[in-house]
C-alpha cells in the first residue's frame, strides 16, 4: 500500500505547544554550514494578501528555508535569490507578478505559492513559459488540474473528501449538506466532489452555496436544514466558517447536526474563537500532520523558522507547506547537474522527475511526473476542536473518492504503489 493506514484514536488531548520544536537542530541543503558564494539561482513565489486573507506564511515558511540553505552551501555553492510578489488578491496585480517574474527575469522556478487568485489567472502563462510551480496554499482546480503546477498542500477538495469520509465511517452520515463558495474553481468544484463521494457510499449530498461578497451564513444554514442533511460540512475560509458556526450557535442547531470542515478551521486560534459551546462537536481534517505530531521535519520547520524567518512568521498549515515544497525543490536542484541550474527547460525535467520524497509533515510520498494533473498529497488526519486546541482522533488515511482514480494510477506507474 502507498500510505500506512494508521487509524486510530490519540491517548490524550494535544494541545498547540510549539516550544520543543524550536530545540530541533536545524537542517538545511548542503549542510555545510558556510554561505554560499557562487551566482545567484532565481526562484519565484507568488501569495495573496489582503481581504479576505492573509496567505503569506507559505512563502514566508519557504524564504526561511532558502535563507538556511543560502548559510549552509547553497545549491553546490550557489545561493536561492528568492523572489516574492503580493497579487492582493486582485487578478491584474497576480498577472503583472507572473509577468515579471516568468517573462521579465531568468527564474527557473515558483516555490511556494499561495493564493485563490493567481493560479487561476497564471496557469496558462506558466504553462506557455515552460516553469513549473512548486505550489504550497492553492484553494482552486487550476492548481490541481493543469500541468505546470504541483502543490504540497491538498486544497478544498480533497480536505472536503477527507472530511467527509471520516463522517461517514464514524459518525454515521448518510446526507452532507457542503457549505461552499459560489466560485466555480473553489465552492462548486469541491463540493460537486463530496456529491460524487456520498453517492459512490450509497449517500447523498446537496451543495449550498454562498455569495463570498457579500456571505449570507444564516440563509445558508436555512438551506442547508431544509435539504434534509444530517451533516453539515462548512467548506469555507476560517472567517466565514466561524460566522456560520455563530449563528448556528444561536439558533442552538449543534446537536441537530454532525459537524465537519476543511483545513481551515485547523488554526491556533480557533478552539477559543468557538468557545464552550462547540468543543467536542466541531471534527476537521487537516491537510498536513497536525503541529501536535512534532516529528523531526516538523520540528526542522520551526527551527529554520526560529533562526532564519521572522518572529511573525505563521506556524500554520500552509506554512509547513511552504517550508515542504522550498526542501523538496531544494533536493532536486541538488541532484541536478550544476552546470544546468540555469536552465528552466532542465530544472523543470528534475521537477517533474520528483519522485517518492517523504516527510513526517505529509502522510504519503511527495511526487510530481509528467502528467496533466498534480495532487500528490490526498492523505491526512482528523482533528476534533476541544478546549485548548485540537485533539487527534484518525491519525494517516488516504482519502477514498472516484476523482483520485488518474492520481492512483500515475502513482502505480511511478512505482509508488
Known sequence: MRFAKRIGVASAILTLSLGTQAMAEVSCGMNTGQAATGAPILVGGIYGNAAPGDWSSSTDSAAAYFACVNANG????????????????????????????????????????????EMAVNANTYEAAGIM??????????????PNIVSTNQGPLSSNLGAAQYAVEELGTRHVACIGLNIPN??????????????????????VLINPGAPDVNSALLEAMASGADTI?????????????????EQDLRDQFNW?????????????????YWWGHIYVNAELAPLEVNGPDAQNWIAVLDQYGRADDPRDSFGQAGYLSARFF???MLAMDPAQLDDRAAVGAAIRGITGYTSDLMCGPYYVGDADFHMPN??????????GGFEIVRECYEYDSPYFEPHIALETQLGLR
Open 74 to 117: 547553497g545549491i553546490n555553492g550557489r545561493p536561492v535569490d528568492y523572489r516574492v510578489e503580493n497579487d492582493q488578491w486582485n487578478p491584474e496585480a497576480a498577472a503583472q507578478a507572473a509577468a515579471r517574474l516568468v517573462n521579465d527575469t531568468p527564474t527557473v522556478a515558483m516555490v511556494g505559492n499561495g493564493s485563490f487568485i
Open 330 to 332: 531544494t533536493e532536486a
Open 133 to 146: 510551480v512548486m505550489a504550497s496554499a492553492c484553494a482552486i482546480s487550476e492548481c490541481f488540474e493543469t
Open 378 to 387: 490526498h492523505a491526512g488526519y482528523m482533528v476534533k476542536v476541544v478546549e
Open 260 to 276: 465537519i470542515a476543511p483545513t481551515p478551521l485547523y488554526d491556533q486560534s480557533v478552539p477559543a474563537a468557538v468557545g464552550a
Open 186 to 207: 473553489n465552492g462548486i468544484w469541491s463540493c460537486q466532489a463530496v456529491q460524487d463521494f456520498m453517492r459512490a457510499r450509497g449517500g447523498e449530498a446537496t451543495a
Open 233 to 249: 460540512l462548512i467548506n469555507q475560509p476560517a472567517g466565514i466558517a466561524l460566522a456560520i458556526l455563530s449563528a448556528a450557535e
